[in-house]
């Protein structure tokens, strides 16, 4: 079994800045990627950022030139630097893994989510 554990969310101002983290434990034989996706009321979960364990970095259109991903110095750990918060950054932000437990079964587990809130 694998864990993600998030935190780092809160209420900031438009135009101020959040740092996320996710630590991963438990059944971990190898990480291939760590990720985070968001979730606004009303809309569809989406992508915002994530990074391989070879440090391939994708991002959301909507949030490249602000927000930042990366690890750790333990490769289970990852960060999620906001920066210029905009009101539409407004949601619950998840973390995943993808990754192969001791026997080889490829997992993509979820954490519980962390709220952002971006609002005057």
């Known amino acids: 079994q694998v864990q993600l554990v998030e935190s780092g969310g809160g209420l900031v101002q438009p135009g101020g800045s959040l740092t996320l983290s996710c630590t991963a434990s438990?059944?971990?034989?190898?990480?291939?990627?760590m990720g985070w996706y968001r979730q606004a009321p009303g809309k569809e979960r989406e992508l915002v950022a994530a990074?391989?364990?070879?440090?391939?970095?994708n991002y959301a259109d909507s949030v490249k030139g602000r927000f930042t991903i990366s690890r750790g110095n333990a490769e289970t750990t990852v960060y999620l630097q906001m920066n210029s918060l905009k009101p539409e950054d407004t949601a619950v932000y998840y973390c995943?893994?993808?990754?192969?437990?001791?026997?080889?079964?490829?997992?993509?587990?979820w954490g519980q989510g962390t709220q952002v809130t971006v609002s005057s």
């Open positions: 995943t893994a993808r990754l192969y437990s001791s026997s080889l079964t490829l997992l993509d587990p």
């Open positions: 438990g059944d971990i034989y190898r990480l291939i990627a």
């Open positions: 990074i391989t364990s070879g440090g391939s970095i």
